[in-house]
């Protein structure tokens, strides 16, 4: 990712977004945050690090007239949610992903990510 992708700060996502392994079909996890390089997701299952995953995010119309983005992205991290030990906390940084559907990734960090606090911000919870 470019400098200016990694400058945009994370957001809490506020919309409820499945993510899918797109070669499978197979149920992810929910976005939690999102960068512009980057995302975290809530996941009922650990997922080994530095794991690339080929993923596909359902779109609703409000964003795109696409009805889904696919993109690749490499696990940096994963740890027991401190909240709900039934879920797991995972980083993910992107690593591949079409110009188009990058487009549509942005109207979602802007559209449904909520700008997080400034202690927020400087947390540990990086995933790039």
Same mark, same amino acid.
């Given at each position: 990712?470019?400098?200016? &992708?990694?400058?945009?700060?994370? &957001?809490? =996502?506020?919309?409820?977004?499945?993510?899918?392994?797109?070669?499978?079909?197979?149920?992810?996890?929910?976005?939690?945050?999102?960068?512009?390089?980057? =995302?975290?997701?809530?996941?009922?299952?650990?997922?080994?690090?530095?794991?690339? /995953?080929?993923? &596909?995010?359902?779109?609703?119309?409000?964003?795109? @007239?696409?009805? /889904?983005?696919?993109?690749?992205? &490499?696990?940096? *991290?994963?740890?027991?949610?401190?909240?709900?030990?039934?879920?797991?906390?995972?980083? =993910?940084?992107?690593? @591949?992903?079409?110009?188009?559907?990058?487009?549509?990734?942005?109207?979602? =960090?802007?559209?449904?990510?909520?700008?997080?606090?400034?202690?927020?911000?400087?947390?540990?919870?990086? *995933?790039?």
């Amino acid at each position: 990712m470019d400098t200016e &992708r990694r400058n945009l700060s994370r &957001r809490n =996502f506020s919309y409820y977004m499945r993510v899918t392994d797109e070669t499978s079909g197979e149920f992810i996890g929910h976005l939690a945050d999102i960068s512009a390089s980057g =995302f975290k997701l809530d996941s009922k299952k650990s997922l080994p690090l530095n794991m690339v /995953f080929k993923m &596909r995010i359902e779109q609703t119309g409000e964003i795109s @007239n696409k009805s /889904f983005v696919v993109f690749t992205a &490499r696990t940096k *991290w994963c740890r027991r949610d401190e909240y709900d030990v039934s879920l797991y906390d995972i980083g =993910f940084q992107l690593v @591949n992903i079409s110009q188009t559907d990058y487009d549509v990734f942005m109207k979602m =960090f802007n559209m449904y990510g909520a700008q997080k606090n400034s202690s927020q911000e400087n947390g540990t919870t990086s *995933w790039s």
